[in-house]
């Protein structure tokens, strides 16, 4: 038994680790994708999206991820990007935290006349 547990131990935590990573994942993509959302609504800008971003990374991750991000890099006028970044809890001591990243884009709405883009 002195033998198993702590390997037992180990994989608890390794196990509780990965779960803690995939939601932190979760949290920042789907902040990422109510930003996008936001963001490409007709008369809205990126930083419509960034705001909006970060209200739900707020709302939903505010324990799950630190030294969050959220930016509008590479948004042009035809499409709006928003990438958060943080960095997910750790469970394992001597782990600082695994880096999550989620970066999601869309077209922005706007009126087009038939022919011209």
């Known amino acids: ?47 419509d999206g960034a705001v909006k971003a970060r209200r739900v990374l707020d709302d939903m991750g505010s324990h799950m991820l630190s030294q969050r991000t959220v930016s509008t890099e590479g948004s042009t006028a035809q499409r ?17 935290g695994i880096h999550v990243k989620a970066v999601v884009s869309g077209p922005i709405e706007r009126w087009t006349t038939p022919g011209v883009r």
């Open 1 to 47: 038994m002195a033998i198993i547990f702590p390997a037992v131990i180990v994989l608890i935590l390794t196990l509780l680790q990965a779960i803690m990573w995939a939601y932190a994942r979760n949290v920042a993509y789907s902040s990422a994708r109510a930003g996008v959302s936001a963001g490409r609504m007709y008369g809205a800008t990126p930083n």
């Open 80 to 96: 709006v990007q928003i990438r958060v970044e943080g960095q997910a809890l750790s469970m394992i001591p001597g782990l600082s």
